[in-house]
């Protein structure tokens, strides 16, 4: 009965009459920098989240050649700070935002080249969709980057990167710059004009102290608002997924749903999120498989890492192959379909809405 009652079709409420009177008050109103609420509700009370960012899918097969172009035209280094390329959605330009919140960025370095290092307030992460030989240094830290790696530069950490190889290197970056932005709490600093360490391991400092499952060190009993592992790498992501898969078979309870596997990435000094404003997990459908449709508030954006299906995003079906990215805004709905065995790589703001209790989320066939 109150969904019938709302804003859009409550349209004689406070329309006053047009006159000279009402003119030369709403004249006195812009004179002195107010607006009022009357004539601006629809907009900032809408019934639900009507983003201005739209739902939108980039594809690999056009983002790629476009990033080894500019690794031929435009040098990396200190100013620029890194060879990146936002996702600009439609519905946010001038800026380079993939989401109200989010930036995403394919990021390429050519052979032998150095990022600079520097720190930032911003979260970030890197998703390696193909290719190695790329170490990024995090607070003095050199991890290796390969396929199917998630890495971490919480904020304030400084990093670079280096091409240790003949060959370039592209992935995906996903920061809080849109929000960081609008709050205003960015701060920036430079480090080296090089890496602080061009070693390369096969393994980082921070991985081999903390990556054994369930177990904890005695010398870091302190939790922290970020993970401290800098690498997840991608044999414990697909093990993972295989299990709970194979369990399924089994008959156990182990997938989200029907053919459905998934893990979040958490920090396991608290079991929450990887960083306190960006959320990471991974996907794996069975071929065949198609998710129940699913709302939610906040931005979410997906890559595919490898196989075949499609996204139905607002009621549009867009094929997606590997490294296809698309974004699906605050409560568009949205629905995965597996062609062959599908996996996908997914990112959100997720922790910025459920830790300030907006987080609202609705999923087909569930009351
Ligand atoms: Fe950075």
């Known amino acids: 009965m109150n969904e019938q009652l709302n804003h859009e079709n409550v349209q004689h409420a406070m329309q006053p009459e047009d ?10 109103f812009e ?38 172009r500019s690794g031929e035209l435009v040098p990396v280094g200190r100013g620029g700070e890194r060879r990146a390329i936002g996702l600009a959605n439609p519905g946010l330009v001038p800026n380079a935002y993939v989401s109200p919140t989010l930036w995403a960025a394919i990021q390429y370095l050519g052979p032998r080249e150095t ?42 950490h400084f990093h670079g990167h280096h091409n240790d190889t003949d060959h370039p290197m592209a992935w995906i970056d996903g920061l809080d710059i849109p929000f960081s932005q609008q709050m205003d709490v960015g701060f920036f600093e430079f480090g080296s004009d090089r890496v602080t360490d061009y070693a390369t391991p096969n393994y980082s400092r921070g991985e081999r102290l903390w990556c054994h499952p369930g177990l904890r060190p005695l010398s870091a009993l302190d939790d922290t608002i970020a993970s401290p592992i800098g690498a997840y790498r991608w044999e414990h992501t697909d093990d ?12 156990q309870p182990a997938t ?43 931005s979410t954006i ?14 549009d079906t867009r094929n997606l192959e590997k490294g296809d990215m698309f974004v699906a805004p605050s409560w568009i709905p949205w629905s995965l379909q597996a062609e062959t065995q599908f996996d996908l790589f997914r ?10 209790h907006f987080m609202r989320t609705r999923v087909e066939g569930q009351r």
Request: net charge negative; hydrophobic share 40%; aromatic share 8%.
């Open 240 to 251: 993972a997924l295989t299990q709970q898969l194979l369990l399924e078979d089994e008959g």
């Open 115 to 156: 990022a600079p290092e520097h720190r930032h307030s911003q979260n970030a992460f890197r998703f390696v969709v193909e290719g190695e030989g790329v170490w990024t240094v995090v607070n003095g830290d050199p991890v290796r980057m390969s396929r199917g790696d998630l890495l971490l530069t919480p904020g304030w």
């Open 256 to 298: 989200v749903e029907l053919g459905h596997a998934a893990i979040r990435y958490v920090n396991p000094t608290t079991g929450g999120d990887v960083m306190p404003t960006i959320r990471c997990e991974f996907h794996r459908l069975r071929a065949g498989t198609q998710t129940a449709q699913r709302q939610e508030v906040g």
């Open 31 to 68: 004179e002195e920098s107010l607006i009022p609420l009357w004539t601006q509700i629809g907009d900032l009370m809408p019934v639900h989240p009507k983003s201005q960012a739209v739902p939108h899918v980039w594809k690999w097969s056009k983002l790629l050649p476009l990033a080894e």
């Open 347 to 356: 990112f959100s703001d997720a922790p910025i809405m459920e830790r300030l």
């Open 302 to 315: 997906f890559q595919v890492f490898e196989g075949r299906g499609s996204v139905v995003l607002n009621g």
């Open 19 to 28: 006159t000279p009177e009402l003119r030369a008050l709403y004249k006195g």
